[in-house]
């Protein structure tokens, strides 16, 4: 009898919001990671591989985790990365977006001027570009679509599983993104649900 693996996707712990370097773990970052340990080795969840992407926040999430499945006496798969499981590069896709944003709705100048500070600024200016992203309808050049970013992490399920195809249980430690296009595609949402 053929059993099915298990695949874990599991997001970073908190990013270093703006701090000089966002890609790395903040101390409660840290500390959300240790926990996930903690909790996956208390209920005894053995880990026969792990990947990772790239992201420096994904890969100390991972070695955490891992750490903790050290300490506890377990064995330790290596961990595997690929770029195919980071995060989409906000930054570049927001300001991609922003004056036609601020062409539309001057305000958008005032909460992108305070999107760091103030919660509701930065939602609006982040869910703005981010809708305006995911509908395909404002794509440019040299800009990752929503389309090849949902393609991409598909693939990288589909890889991963394909080298783990029986009775294993994968975990994968990525970000919201990855995990966001890996259910879009799994549940057959639509772009806008997936998003949100």
């Avoid at 080795?41 to 926040?57: F, V």
């Avoid at 036609?100 to 305070?114: F, S």
């Avoid at 509701?120 to 570009?129: D, I, L, N, T």
């Amino acid at each position: 009898m053929n059993i099915m693996s298990m695949l874990y996707m599991f997001r970073h712990g908190q990013a270093s919001f703006g701090q000089d370097n966002y890609d790395n773990l903040s101390t409660l970052g840290f500390e959300q990671a240790r926990i996930l340990g903690e909790h996956l080795t208390g209920i005894g969840l053995k880990i026969d591989a792990a990947y990772s992407g790239t992201m420096h926040r994904q890969e100390e999430t991972a070695r955490q985790v891992l750490k903790c499945y050290q300490d506890k006496g377990y064995c330790v798969p290596e961990l595997v990365q690929t770029n195919t499981l980071n995060e989409y590069d906000f930054s570049t896709i927001i300001s991609s977006q922003i004056p036609e944003m601020m062409k539309q709705d001057p305000m958008i100048k005032h909460h992108l001027e305070n999107m760091i500070t103030d919660k509701e600024s930065f939602r609006k200016v982040f869910e703005g570009a981010m809708l305006r992203w995911v509908s395909g309808s404002y794509d440019m050049p040299g800009i990752l679509t929503w389309k090849d970013f949902i393609d991409q992490a598909k693939q990288a399920v589909i890889d991963i599983m394909k080298r783990h195809s029986s009775g294993k249980t994968v975990a994968v430690f990525t970000s919201g993104g990855p995990i966001c296009a890996a259910i879009k595609w799994v549940l057959g949402l639509s772009d806008d649900h997936a998003i949100r």
